[in-house]
T-cell receptor, first 117, second 110 residues
Framework: GAVVSQHPSRVICKSGTSVKIECRSL??????MFWYRQFPKQSLMLMATSNEGSKATYEQGVEKDKFLINHASLTLSTLTVTSAHPEDSSFYICSARADRGLSYGYTFGSGTRLTVV | QKEVEQDPGPLSVPEGAIVSLNCTYSNSAFQYFMWYRQYSRKGPELLMYTYSSGNKEDGRFTAQVDKSSKYISLFIRDSQPSDSATYLC??????????FGSGTRLQVQP
């Protein structure tokens, strides 16, 4: 089955620093990557959608200069949280979509727990 | 009104019980319907997906979709403590991102 590898699973950083989160599709080509944010006991909130080789489309209220998304290849997308602040602490999850039928669509990574101190 | 409504629970049942989880939606353009299971601090794991109204069964899980009522359900038979998790319904249209319900926390007591 489709597998999406997300790293790191957990990161603690100091306020003002930047953190990069990687998502790799291991056995399929991810034409589209979605990035979500999830607060405790809440559902997934879509942050942005990126297609390989194109600029990401951000949801309303998400700062594109703060959450930099790169989708340079069909197997790798990265989310960089720039100048992180404590309010950016959250669980970040990527989801990769392939155009190979629904069973290969919308595969999720295991998530990254970001804590900004 | 949210596009997808899901009772957040928590829902606590004894081991072996039948569990019923439900979502309603307002967007008639949704084409496919999914149920995900999410354990604490993990990414969602796809359980079931379906395109059409009716029932779909996979082991102890049955997904039910009623497009006319804009209502979907997930039934879990012979529930186990390992089923304790948050269950998220999700709906999709074309190639767009999925729209999720708020998730229902399920606790199966041994």
């Amino acid at each position: 089955g489709a597998v999406v590898s997300q790293h790191p699973s957990r990161v603690i950083c100091k306020s003002g620093t930047s953190v990069k989160i990687e998502c790799r599709s291991l056995d399929f080509q991810a034409t589209t990557m979605f990035w979500y944010r999830q607060f405790p006991k809440q559902s997934l909130m879509l942050m942005a959608t990126s297609n390989e080789g194109s600029k990401a489309t951000y949801e309303q209220g998400v700062e594109k200069d703060k959450f930099l998304i790169n989708h340079a290849s069909l197997t790798l997308s990265t989310l960089t949280v720039t100048s992180a602040h404590p309010e950016d602490s959250s669980f970040y999850i990527c989801s990769a979509r392939a155009d190979r039928g629904l069973s290969y669509g919308y595969t999720f990574g295991s998530g990254t727990r970001l804590t900004v101190v | 009104q949210k596009e997808v409504e899901q009772d957040p629970g928590p829902l606590s049942v004894p081991e072996g019980a039948i569990v019923s989880l439900n979502c309603t939606y307002s967007n008639s353009a949704f084409q496919y319907f999914m149920w995900y299971r999410q354990y604490s601090r993990k990414g969602p794991e796809l359980l079931m997906y379906t395109y059409s109204s009716g029932n779909k069964e996979d082991g102890r899980f049955t997904a039910q979709v009623d497009k006319s009522s804009k209502y979907i359900s997930l039934f879990i038979r012979d529930s186990q403590p390992s089923d304790s998790a948050t269950y998220l319904c999700a709906m999709g249209e074309g190639r767009r991102a999925l729209t999720f319900g708020s998730g229902t926390r399920l606790q199966v007591q041994p």
